[in-house]
């Protein structure tokens, strides 16, 4: 994959990097580590500046996470009611957590979008959560900009900063993202624990 993607910003630029990073966004397998860096490499050997970069990916950023917030929007609570109604008994979930999951969101929403775009996985996923609980759309791009432009620079800057060794960070930020799948599926283990427990001291 890591050819393609190379292969893609070497013959169309600042637009590869664009249409590469929103694919990103709305397929997180994609290695964003690797587009921002090898692009931030690019910038010492071709026409390309980090600035330019920077930019570009950001736009890119932004089109995808607003595609996801779009698909959250038409989902919306409603429709989640209604899988919970069906589904609800399995997974251990009820209305009422909906309803203080949303009312959590609208109280501290717009920093969780802002915190979660320089996490691995999350950076995308935040998007949708933000789209169901109707955050205000001017407020969610504004959090989604200020996190994704901070995330990109960074990456960009190390590329430019490595030269040739911009595999070397690639590893890095492997190795940092690895360590956050951990600890996601660490929580995700111990909700699933809670809500099994909750529903045995229900019955």
Request: charged content about 15%; proline content about 2%; glycine content about 8%.
């Amino acid at each position: 994959m890591e050819k393609w993607l190379i292969g893609i910003m070497e013959e169309f630029g600042y637009a590869g990097v664009m249409f590469l990073i929103a694919l990103e966004n709305i397929f997180p397998p994609i290695p964003s580590e690797v587009i921002l860096t090898f692009a931030g490499f690019m910038t010492a050997s071709t026409d390309l500046s980090i600035a330019g970069v920077v930019l570009s990916s950001t736009a890119g950023s932004l089109l995808g996470a607003v595609l996801l917030y779009g698909l959250g929007l038409q989902m919306g609570v409603e429709k989640l009611e209604k899988i919970v109604d069906r589904w609800g008994h399995l997974l251990r979930v009820t209305k009422k957590d909906i309803y203080k999951a949303d009312s959590w969101f609208d109280r501290y929403g717009a920093w969780t979008v802002l915190f979660c775009r320089v996490i691995p996985l999350l950076r995308s996923l935040i998007s949708i959560p933000a789209g169901i609980s109707e955050m205000k759309f001017r407020t969610f791009l504004l959090f989604t900009t200020i996190g994704t432009f901070i995330w990109n620079s960074i990456l960009v800057y190390l590329g430019a900063t490595v030269g040739a060794s911009w595999e070397e960070i690639v590893k890095y930020i492997d190795v940092y993202s690895r360590f956050i799948y951990i600890v996601l599926l660490l929580l995700l283990i111990g909700i699933i624990f809670m809500l099994v427990f909750r529903g045995k001291r229900i019955r």
